[in-house]
Structures are given as structure tokens and as C-alpha cells.
């Protein structure tokens, strides 16, 4: 096990109230109604600025050159998960000027302010971890989601969304995520530290959970 799956594993009931949410399995199944979709992703799209701050923050944070490269593996990918945002959201005639101008809701800012504390008033570890129910949670979601491949989803209504976490580029993404959390919690993992760490994936868990009923409340 690496250092995510013993963090999962202190927080089984929050991680699985993220991962099983009724969103998601509405999704998988093709009922979650569009509207509920449609709040879900414009609110996504302005997660994702403030995710990519955050990245921006951990290569601030970094002394070394592999941390800050997995900062920019991190802002890349942020920023293609935008281009995403932009192409579904267009088909509804949604600009992308309109969708920075939407405002936030209450759980985008519950969510990534919490996340940006971390970075700021933490070190290097704790803003990761913050980060990673997302970034590495989404690569598990996909997978899930599409567990034959993509080609076998054939016209399911949500099929461009789970084959962006599905597939190998996103899924590598992920796997470079724990890699690095490992290497991070290597340098100053106590016992003391994986207690107060485990707390912190708690606490973005329930944040993700929250993010998906404010779609379906929206």
C-alpha cells in the first residue's frame, strides 16, 4: 500500500460517501438529468482556476527541481481539463468569458479556499494531499466508470466526461500524483503527521461529496 491507499483507508467512510455519491453513480448509469450536469461542470471550470493557483502555489513551495516539474505536470493538466469544461459547456452556448463570470457557489468555495489554506499556511505535503482526493479520486472515478474502456461506453450521454478520467493520459496523471505524494511523505512522515494528514484527506473527501450534491441540488 502506498501512502494514498493508507489514507484512504483511514478515511473509508468519507472517501466512499465522495466516490459512491449518487452523482457519480447517476452518471455511470446515464440518469443524472443535464441540468444537473450543466451546474456541476460550470462550477467545475471555476474549481479549476483555483486548482490551477494551487499548483501554481506548490511550485512556489518547492525546493527542487522534480517538485516543481510534478507542480507543472499538475498546472497542465488542470489546464486541459478546462478545454473540456469549455468544449461541453459551448454546446450550450456557454462562452467561455460567461463561465468565468458565473459565480461561485457556496461548495466550489468551500472546497478550494480549504485547499489553498492548506498550501498557504502548510508545507509542500499538506497541499498535495489536499489536492489529490481530486486529482487521483477523478483517475479512480473514470476508471470505475468505464471499467471495459471507453469504445465500450458506445452513445452513453456523459461518455466525452468519463473518458477524459478513463483514459491513459488522464490515469498517468494520477499514477504520477501518488508517486510523488510518496516521495513527499518519505521525506517527513511521523506517526504524528499521518494522523493530522489523514484528517486533512478527510475533510477534502467530504468537500468532493458536497461538490457533487451541490450539482444535483443545482
Do not use: N
Amino acid at each position: 500500500m502506498d501512502i494514498f491507499d493508507h489514507l484512504k483507508a483511514a478515511a473509508q467512510t468519507d472517501w466512499d460517501s465522495y466516490v459512491e455519491h449518487e452523482f457519480v453513480r447517476r452518471m455511470g448509469d446515464g440518469t443524472l438529468p443535464e441540468a444537473a450536469f450543466r451546474t456541476y461542470l460550470v462550477q467545475d471550470y471555476l474549481f479549476l482556476i483555483q486548482f490551477a493557483r494551487a499548483y501554481a502555489l506548490a511550485a512556489y513551495k518547492s525546493r527542487t527541481i522534480a517538485d516543481i516539474r510534478a507542480a507543472q505536470v499538475g498546472l497542465s493538466s488542470i489546464l486541459d481539463e478546462t478545454d473540456l469544461h469549455v468544449r461541453l459547456c459551448g454546446r450550450w452556448g456557454l462562452s467561455p468569458e460567461t463561465l468565468e463570470a458565473a459565480p461561485e457557489r457556496q461548495a466550489t468555495v468551500a472546497y478550494t479556499r480549504f485547499v489553498l489554506d492548506c498550501g498557504a499556511a502548510g508545507d509542500l505535503l499538506d497541499l498535495h494531499i489536499a489536492l489529490s482526493p481530486c486529482v487521483i479520486g477523478y483517475a479512480e472515478i473514470g476508471r470505475k466508470l468505464a471499467p471495459d474502456g471507453i469504445d465500450a461506453l458506445g452513445d452513453h450521454p456523459y461518455r466525452e466526461w468519463i473518458g477524459e478520467y478513463a483514459c491513459d493520459g488522464y490515469q498517468d496523471v494520477a499514477a504520477a500524483a501518488r508517486q510523488h505524494l510518496d516521495d513527499l511523505a518519505a521525506r517527513v512522515m511521523t506517526d504524528q503527521r499521518f494522523a493530522e494528514l489523514a484528517a486533512l484527506f478527510s475533510k477534502a473527501s467530504r468537500l468532493e461529496a458536497d461538490f457533487w450534491q451541490m450539482g444535483l441540488d443545482g
